[in-house]
């Protein structure tokens, strides 16, 4: 007993202010990535990372309307990419774990919450503890497969900053049985291409993960499965505290609501992913000799999710796929065709300009249609009144003309998954 409370006094210890220890998240993170393998960057690597972010840059750009949105071209080991990717992480999580915390809270009766008094709040740092420890190894997963910093669609890194991962993309080009430098070019025109994206429509980074923050806010904790869970604590056994499994804690509840907010989570995932395929396609198509079958793989790719992504899905109930992928490609490829580059990249200018899901149906129709955006062109969408970017949380926070920050009807979609391949 003495050393099982010495074990929950370490694993209780620093707690922080939120719901998920994150310290320990971060730890256990590091330490999986210690026993995996983390290669540092070497100086070739670091070169040969900025020379390909350089030279994706000046592809792209006949390719769209935007300049370069990179500041700060760099590379990562996958630690590196964990900690620069942490705040955000906090963001989508903490309000999930929030209601874990709460309902561990619930499972103590009534009539034994006043006799624990202080201890209570050890009941909220057991329950931070846990979900830390195993958000830190889905965290290790995921930074030992994603091959740069807005790989999974999401803007995790700190504007500017274009990132690759060196060792992942080495590894992913292995399997590919593609030459390094070349799934090395592909991977930065992406990331120059989401960088583009997100930092010429300064409303989109909020709109983005305030979607994913709506659709978790909508998630309901299974309460029979976190007391099946700690019904597994053994006091005599330390390392039964460490073999929690929290996998299937949260899930979707299945209402008009909740499915409105999949249906605008995965539409904001499809446009930006749909924008970043058919962008990159376009600048590569007759100079990478490979060019389609990488596209077809990270399109692939994208639609199933990796091992890691699939663990992340069952730990937080939020699956980060644009389930739409083709059809959003689709719909930016006949923009293109109708409206040229400028007119195409224009649709961006203020969220309720975004394809509806009626548009996702018939691409060319949208295409087409005559909507007249010059009176967008001397519109300043950062100005008092327009369209701010917003942090996740401040949605539906009326702006200083008492109008709402939510996405307008033109964000949903019915949800429908995309044909995979």
């Not at 049985?177 to 930092?199: G, I, K, S, T």
């Amino acid at each position: 007993m003495q050393q099982f409370m010495s074990q929950l006094q370490h694993l209780l210890s620093a707690p922080g202010s939120g719901p998920v220890n994150w310290d320990l998240a971060r730890q256990v993170a590091a330490s999986q990535l210690a026993a995996a393998g983390d290669p540092a960057v070497s100086m070739y690597e670091r070169n040969a990372v900025e020379e390909a972010l350089r030279l994706a840059d000046l592809w792209l750009e006949p390719a769209s309307a935007w300049p370069s949105g990179i500041q700060n071209p760099v590379a990562w080991n996958r630690n590196e990419w964990i900690f620069k990717t942490l705040d955000v992480w906090r963001k989508l999580c903490d309000p999930v774990a929030s209601r874990m915390v709460g309902a561990m809270g619930d499972l103590v009766p009534p009539e034994a919450r006043a006799q624990l008094g202080p201890m209570q709040s050890m009941v909220a740092s057991l329950g931070g503890a846990l979900f830390g420890g195993q958000l830190g190894q889905a965290l290790g997963s995921l930074a030992a497969e994603v091959l740069s910093a807005g790989d999974i669609g999401l803007p995790l890194g700190p504007a500017g900053t274009a990132a690759l991962i060196p060792a992942n993309i080495r590894a992913y080009g292995e399997g590919l049985e593609l030459p390094e430098d070349e799934v090395r070019l592909y991977v930065a025109l992406r990331e120059a291409a989401h960088q583009r994206l997100f930092q010429h429509v300064p409303w989109l980074r909020g709109h983005v993960l305030s979607a994913v923050e709506m659709y978790a806010s909508g998630i309901r904790v299974n309460r029979e499965a976190i007391e099946e869970a700690m019904g597994r604590v053994d006091p005599t056994d330390p390392e039964s505290m460490q073999a929690i499994a929290l996998e299937g804690i949260f899930t979707p509840e299945d209402t008009p609501a909740q499915k409105a907010s999949l249906a605008r989570l995965e539409t904001a995932l499809a446009l930006v992913e749909g924008w970043v395929c058919h962008v990159v396609d376009s600048a590569a198509s007759d100079r990478l000799p490979n060019v389609v079958r990488l596209g077809e793989a990270f399109r692939r790719r994208r639609a199933a999710g990796g091992p890691a992504e699939q663990t992340f899905a069952a730990l937080v109930g939020l699956e980060l796929r644009p389930r739409r992928l083709r059809e959003a490609a689709a719909l930016w490829a006949a923009l293109t065709q109708h409206r040229g580059i400028e007119g195409r990249d224009a649709v961006w200018g203020h969220p309720d300009l975004l394809p509806s899901d009626d548009d996702f149906a018939d691409p060319v129709a949208f295409a087409m249609n005559d909507m007249d955006l010059s009176e967008l062109d001397s519109f300043d969408f950062t100005a008092p009144g327009g369209v701010e970017e917003k942090a996740p949380g401040q949605l539906d926070q009326p702006g200083p003309s008492g109008q709402s920050g939510q996405p307008g009807p033109s964000d949903e979609t019915d949800g429908e998954g995309d044909t995979k391949s």
